[in-house]
């Protein structure tokens, strides 16, 4: 499984962002997909996640409201739209895939990563 993260850039508070993560697999629909974060000098944190068909979806409480994880299984892409952004927002987003969709917020979770791409979000 190979995952492709794109998307990320600069944009100033209140801005907001589409981030995209297409995997290279044969069956998409297999995997649940996850988004984590990690700012300098902190650890890799839990965004949003997201179950095989999307009919379930998980926030971590300081995105839930702002943030929408949606995915295309017909286009093995998952994507991040982030609104309302915030300078605390920014970080390396990563995209990661699992088969299993107990413990989504956990790292150790995700066989699968992303390369990440940066988002900066100045005030």
């Known amino acids: 499984v190979q995952l492709q993260a794109s998307g990320g850039g600069s944009v100033q508070a209140g801005g907001s962002l589409r981030l995209s993560c297409a995997a290279s697999v044969r069956t998409f629909s297999n995997y649940v997909m996850g988004w984590f974060r990690q700012a300098p000098g902190k650890e890799r944190e839990f965004v949003a996640a997201?179950?095989?068909?999307?009919?379930?979806?998980n926030y971590a409480d300081s995105v839930k409201g702002r943030f929408t994880i949606s995915r295309d299984n017909a286009k093995s892409t998952v994507y991040l739209q982030m609104l309302s952004l915030k300078p605390e927002d920014t970080a390396v987003y990563y995209c990661a895939a699992s088969y299993f969709y107990s413990d989504y917020d956990v790292p150790t979770n995700y066989a699968y990563w992303g390369q990440g791409t940066l988002v900066t979000v100045s005030s």
């Open positions: 997201i179950n095989w068909r999307g009919i379930s979806t």
